[in-house]
């Protein structure tokens, strides 16, 4: 019985760590009519972690037929998270497509 209790607060405590020196995300979710293949997850930036900075940055992007990222527009967000944002959607690559379009994608950052 001891060593399940000492086991859960050992777990417990490493859990802690790592949402303490990661714990933050970014979750981006699509808007338009062609899907990502290729995502990359933004770095949320150290100066964000320090004055614990969470939000949503919204970026146009101008999408190539051939799937991949000619252009970014952002069209909200803190400052502090826009560049890692752009620095994300910069690598990301769509479906290919018959002609070039314009999807919005929202990236939800937040501290855990």
């Known amino acids: 019985m001891r060593i399940r209790v000492l086991c859960r ?3 417990a405590a ?5 949402v303490l020196l990661h714990g933050v995300g ?3 979710q699509e808007e ?3 899907k990502a293949k290729v995502r990359v997850t ?6 964000a972690r320090k004055m614990n900075v969470s939000g949503t940055v919204k970026i146009e992007v101008g999408v190539a037929p051939d799937g991949t990222v000619k252009q970014t527009h952002v069209i ?3 400052p502090v998270l826009v560049q890692a944002a752009e620095d994300a959607i910069k690598k990301w690559k769509f479906e290919a497509g018959s002609e070039a379009t314009t999807e919005t994608v ?3 950052f937040k501290t855990e």
Do not use: I, M, N, Q
Request: glycine residues 12%; charged residues 15%; proline residues 8%.
């Open 9 to 11: 607060r050992v777990t």
């Open 14 to 18: 490493f859990v802690l760590t790592l």
């Open 26 to 28: 970014a979750l981006a």
């Open 32 to 34: 338009g009519s062609r």
């Open 42 to 47: 933004p770095v949320y930036p150290d100066l």
């Open 76 to 78: 909200g967000g803190h």
């Open 106 to 108: 929202v990236f939800k």
